[in-house]
């Protein structure tokens, strides 16, 4: 007996040394990634950004304490936006704000009418959503540290950008970026992140735009997941019904927070063909299991993902979808599809004759 | 062919509790940490309706007004749509004529249509009074008007339990009985005038 309590005794001994290890193997990986990329790469990145190397380092997962340098660069400042011009879009909104709780809106707004109707409903919204984003972290909610921080980014976006205002789901973007950068860098990289193609098309609801994206995306489902797909087919199943959600917050709602900010790691390397691959890893990661349901439990599950999603998997699932159809790629596909759509509508009122 | 089964859909403006209630009465739970619906969420349960099993899909939509292009396309595929206001906050029931309108446009002919004021845990705090819904539900020929509270469990289930039974009379649900699965599609006939169960719970 003795005998074998030794034995267990030094079975478990050396599990814990080999966790220990492999504990500390992980940290120091994380830490070399760490010095690697603020030694080597963020000095020098418009020459390394692209190479092979730091393309397969950025794929491991960004290091916390240098993702948001890394996304502030990947993501760029095309608008050319200043801390200045957010600390004017800030002062703008904060008027807003003080005019709409005095009362002195309606004079200010009648010339602008329904507009201002609606921006008045929007920053109202904002209000109502910022203690519904992330509410288990509970740090954006009302007294909570960033309760503020969101308050401000998403009011002086709607005066940045009065044509696009609030929609609902930009909270969940700002408050990722919160997380990671200074409220005027998070404010500059919101307003370019939302600024792209895919993101605007989304934001600004333009139907017909969404709908190529999603054509777009089919065409790589039945290329990477035919059975799948035609299980979808055939129950209907649109990729509206899960892509919208997916898109629009760039999965920070339906994804556990550390694998959501690994998927925007690659999306600020890839552009918004990774969003679509993303989704299409979901699919393959399931696919057994979604084969096996009817429409109704597919979209239960796909709008409310398993909250204990295996992240090794998960990306190893990622990886395995193709994005090339026929020797096109993502862009092309698109592209296609947009030139058939504007083909059809200028074509439409003479086949109607 | 169609094997789909009954769809209800919920509506109504931002934050007033939509997906609170689907939450209640999918789990049983009220979970005060909610984030706010994208575009369109879906759930299935069963209920016992008279003894019977029946399978009941509830959308959940987004409230946003910017959302309405996209969940206009949803509403052609329910048989039910549970009409939500906030009773603390009287703008939301302002809305309801333009939900029903939206409805009346876009949904199927014959969808069963009802109202439900949520939130009447905080009754201290009301905006709007029960009399002006159940006349707003006259007026508009609604199957039914209800106060819940996802919060404290009131009338949630009853609320499903009307609109399942509803359907049921009006013969457009087919009951998951002995012999599953039943196919289930939507009913081209005519509604007839008085819906079979009373009107509204004004009980007040």
């Known amino acids: ?167 609902q789901g930009m909270s969940f973007i700002a408050a990722v970026l919160i997380l990671n950068l200074d409220t005027a860098d998070a404010f500059i990289a919101f307003s370019n992140l939302l600024n792209k193609p895919c993101q605007m098309a989304f934001f600004r609801v333009d139907h017909g735009l969404m709908l190529t994206y999603f054509a777009a995306f089919e065409v790589f489902f039945e290329e990477n997941l035919p059975k799948l797909f035609a299980h979808f087919k055939k129950n209907n199943l649109t990729p509206d019904i899960y892509l919208i959600d997916w898109i629009f917050t760039l999965y920070s709602k339906s994804l556990p927070l550390d694998l959501a900010c690994r998927v925007w790691d690659v999306f600020c390397r890839d552009g918004e063909e990774f969003l679509f691959r993303t989704a299409l890893g979901i699919l393959k990661l399931f696919e057994d299991i979604l084969t096996k349901m009817d429409f109704i439990h597919i979209a239960q599950f796909l709008t409310k993902l398993p909250e204990d999603l295996p992240s090794e998997e998960f990306f190893t699932s990622i990886a395995a979808i193709q994005m090339q159809s026929r020797n096109k790629k993502w862009a092309q596909i698109l592209a296609a599809l947009q030139k058939d759509n504007r083909e059809m509508e200028k074509g439409s009122p003479s086949l109607k004759r | 062919e169609s094997k789909t089964l009954p769809v209800i859909i919920l509506i109504g403006d931002s934050n007033v509790g939509k997906t609170c209630v689907v939450h209640r009465f999918k789990t049983g739970q009220y979970n005060e940490k909610q984030q706010n619906t994208i575009g369109v969420d879906f759930t299935v349960r069963s209920m016992d309706i008279d003894g019977k099993r029946v399978k009941i899909q509830v959308w959940d939509t987004a409230g946003q007004e910017r959302f309405r292009t996209i969940t206009q396309s949803y509403y052609r595929s329910a048989h039910g749509a549970i009409l939500a206001y906030d009773l603390t906050r009287k703008s939301t029931f302002e809305s309801i004529p333009h939900w029903i309108h939206e409805i ?101």
């Open chain 1, 1 to 167: 007996m003795v005998v074998q309590a030794k034995k267990r005794e030094l079975k478990e001994a050396q599990k814990r040394k080999k966790q220990l290890e492999e504990r500390c193997k992980l940290e120091d990986s994380i830490g070399n990634a760490v010095l690697t990329w603020n030694n080597e790469i963020l000095p020098n990145w418009e020459t390394m950004c692209c190479s092979r190397k730091v393309r397969e380092l950025w794929w491991q997962g960004i290091p916390p304490s240098v993702r948001g340098k890394v996304w502030s660069l990947a993501i760029g400042n095309e608008l050319n936006i200043t801390h200045e011009l957010y600390d004017i879009c800030l002062a703008r909104a904060k008027e807003k704000w003080r005019s709409l709780s005095t009362g002195g809106a309606e004079v200010e707004c009648e010339d602008a009418g329904f507009s201002a109707a609606d921006r008045e409903a929007s920053l109202e919204l904002i209000k109502l959503d910022i203690s519904r984003t992330f509410p288990s972290l509970c740090i954006f909610q009302q007294g909570g540290p960033y309760h503020d921080t969101l308050h401000s980014i998403l009011g002086a976006y709607t005066c940045y950008r009065p044509d696009v205002g609030y929609v």
């Open chain 2, 104 to 204: 009346e446009k876009y949904g199927a002919a014959n969808l069963v249509m009802m109202l439900i004021g949520n939130k009447s845990d905080s009754l201290d705090k009301r905006q709007v009074l029960f009399e002006d819904a159940c006349t707003l539900a006259e007026k508009h020929g609604l199957l039914a008007v209800l106060e819940t509270s996802a919060k404290e469990a009131q009338n949630i289930e009853e609320v499903f339990t009307l609109m399942a039974k509803e359907l049921i009379a009006r013969n457009t649900l087919q009951l998951h009985g002995e012999n599953p699965p039943n196919s289930f599609s939507l009913d081209s006939r005519p509604v007839i005038a008085s819906p079979s169960v009373e009107k509204t719970q004004c009980s007040c």
